[in-house]
């Protein structure tokens, strides 16, 4: 398939090189920095097109992966240019619906995916989640998921819960950078190098969740595992719980549901 790419930066750098690795797509990329674009596509050996318009004439798939808020200027430089070709148009944007995509394109037959990723697609870890509107055939959305599977997994799952996705898996990444950072800091404290500290804490984290994907269990069983009677783990455990470890979490979730609900209001 013909895929082509608009923007290049987090995440669409993170797809780029993705794809790339599988290896059986024809990929181009278009951006506004033409310089840093013609450099990025000659690394990697790949297409650049100087417009937004231009690559949309070259894509069976065309993925927007710039932010939200320049969404209406991009959809309206490309609209004669995807009533042309008629590719499958692919959005990543946080907070942006079918419906307001379908708004902002302004073409009745548009077919339109939404597909929500996060940074680990960098390292072919993402965890994505798609949906698409009525006029994108079974075959094709199972088609688009199965070139998602080359960046991580992808989950097909109602519009509605994408909000929550954000949550759980587009934005969460973040949370977890901060978890990583307190705990190292904490290290720090105790007379650790914060390199080290950091090392530590992040292969025991990917220990920790790897641990969990195998034995498929309820994380507090493993959390009781490590927890020893009268010992170290379950005073920590108390203390972060008197803290309101859980609750902060709640509220982090609470904050991006609300804000993703947000950002769609505003198109
Ligand atoms: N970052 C993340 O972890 C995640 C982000 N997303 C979504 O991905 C999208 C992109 O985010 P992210 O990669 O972080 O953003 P970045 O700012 O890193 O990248 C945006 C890219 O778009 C380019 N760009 C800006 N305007 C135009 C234009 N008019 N035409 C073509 N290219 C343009 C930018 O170029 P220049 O730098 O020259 O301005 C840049 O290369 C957002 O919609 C976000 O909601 C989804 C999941 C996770
Ligand atoms: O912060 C954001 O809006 C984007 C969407 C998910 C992750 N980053």
Known sequence: MKIGIIGIGNMGTAIVDGLLAEGSHEISVASLDLPALHEFAKQRNISAYDTNGELVLHSDLVILAVKPKVFPEVLE???VSLQLQKPILLSIAAGLTLDVLSQLVKL????IVRLMPNLAAKVGESVSAICANHLVEKEELTE????????GSVYEIEEKDFSTFVALAGSSPAFVYSFIDSLAKS???YGFPKDLATEIVTKTLIG?????L??????????D????PAGTTIAGLLALESAGFANAVHKGVEAIIKRDKEMSKKN
């Open 144 to 151: 688009i998921a199965e070139i998602f599977s080359a960046i």
């Open 214 to 223: 195998e034995e498929n269990c309820h994380p507090q069983q493993l959390a």
């Open 208 to 212: 920790s969740a790897k641990l969990l």
């Open 77 to 79: 430089e490309i609209r």
């Open 108 to 111: 009745d037959e548009q077919k």
């Open 225 to 228: 595992r490590v927890a020893s």
């Open 187 to 189: 290290g720090v404290m």
